[in-house]
């Protein structure tokens, strides 16, 4: 069984910086696709950045120039680096590692832009 957890939320203000991590308790980076969607209060989860085996990165408008997705493959972890934040970027953020059929998804962190 394959497990994610996420750290790195918190309280920032706008225009600040928060980095995301998400961890996985092996390695998965040579067949998985990752991304990282969120959820706004009384919204539906979106896609923010995902980036595939190959490498190739796909961004959100709403995120794009502010945010980079990357891995660190020997250590298992998904970052999502996080700039220029505004207050309409409040969210529960998810990390998500996808091979069909297997989906799996991390717990969520909570990001609050404000100021």
């Known amino acids: 069984q394959v497990q994610l957890v996420e750290s790195g939320g918190g309280v920032v203000q706008p225009g600040g910086s928060l980095r995301l991590s998400c961890a996985a308790t092996?390695?998965?980076?040579?067949?998985?696709?990752e991304a990282w969607y969120r959820q706004a209060p009384g919204g539906v989860r979106g896609l923010v950045a995902a980036?595939?085996?190959?490498?190739?990165?796909n961004y959100a408008d709403a995120v794009k120039g502010r945010f980079t997705i990357s891995r660190d493959i020997a250590k298992n972890t998904l970052y999502l680096q996080m700039s220029a934040l505004k207050p309409e970027d409040t969210a529960v953020y998810f990390c998500?590692?996808?091979?069909?059929?297997?989906?799996?998804w991390g717990q969520g962190t909570l990001v609050t832009v404000s100021s």
């Open positions: 092996r390695n998965m980076f040579d067949i998985y696709s």
């Open positions: 980036i595939t085996p190959g490498d190739n990165i």
């Open positions: 998500n590692f996808h091979n069909e059929p297997n989906d799996y």
